[in-house]
């Protein structure tokens, strides 16, 4: 059976796939993201996948593409923002090298203007924003090998951080 070297969790915006794909190429491997997985298999975006079938549908979906990757997948791996709300998948996290992304609020803001082209933050972004990030920051510590707070830093430089946090060398 194969393992993530690496396995990214962290709220939306935080910038997974950007540092994931640093972390690829720099350790010479495969890079992977489980919501691009889902939008592949289903042929359409997340928005539309939450707009025509629910929240439950979509968690139903990401679910079995976070079990698949994380059997099949032995390079670096994001997760979309709620995989760790799933109780199943926290558990098969365990054991694996999870580095939790970390941001607050006003570079959430920053980066991503917190726009309605996110389901979960359509209505009042900042707010649902945070209660989001009440409600998940918790699970995201708890599944973590290490965490990395990327506020004002850049992608390189999370990256690295990464790197160090696993001590994990480059190839």
Do not use: C
Not at 5 to 10: A, F, N, P
Not at 158 to 163: F, G, H, K, Y
């Amino acid at each position: 059976m194969t393992a993530p070297l690496i396995v990214l969790v962290g709220p939306m915006g935080v910038g997974k796939s950007t540092v994931g794909a640093l972390l690829a190429e720099r350790l010479g491997t495969a890079y992977r993201d489980t919501d691009e997985d889902i939008v592949a298999a289903e042929g359409r975006t997340i928005a539309e996948i939450f707009v025509d079938e629910g929240e439950a549908a979509f968690r139903a979906l990401e679910k079995r593409a976070v079990h698949r990757a994380l059997a099949e997948h032995d390079g670096v791996l994001a997760l979309g923002g709620g995989a760790v709300l799933d109780e199943e998948t926290r558990a098969l996290l365990a054991g694996h090298r999870v580095v939790y992304l970390s941001m607050d609020v006003e570079e959430a803001v920053r980066r991503t203007g917190l726009n309605a082209a996110r389901p979960l933050l359509a209505v009042n972004p900042r707010r649902q924003w945070r209660e989001l990030m009440e409600a998940r920051r918790h699970l995201y510590e708890s599944v973590a090998a290490a965490v990395v707070a990327t506020d004002g830093r850049t992608p390189e430089e999370v990256t690295q951080a990464a790197l160090d946090a696993l001590e994990l060398k480059e190839t």
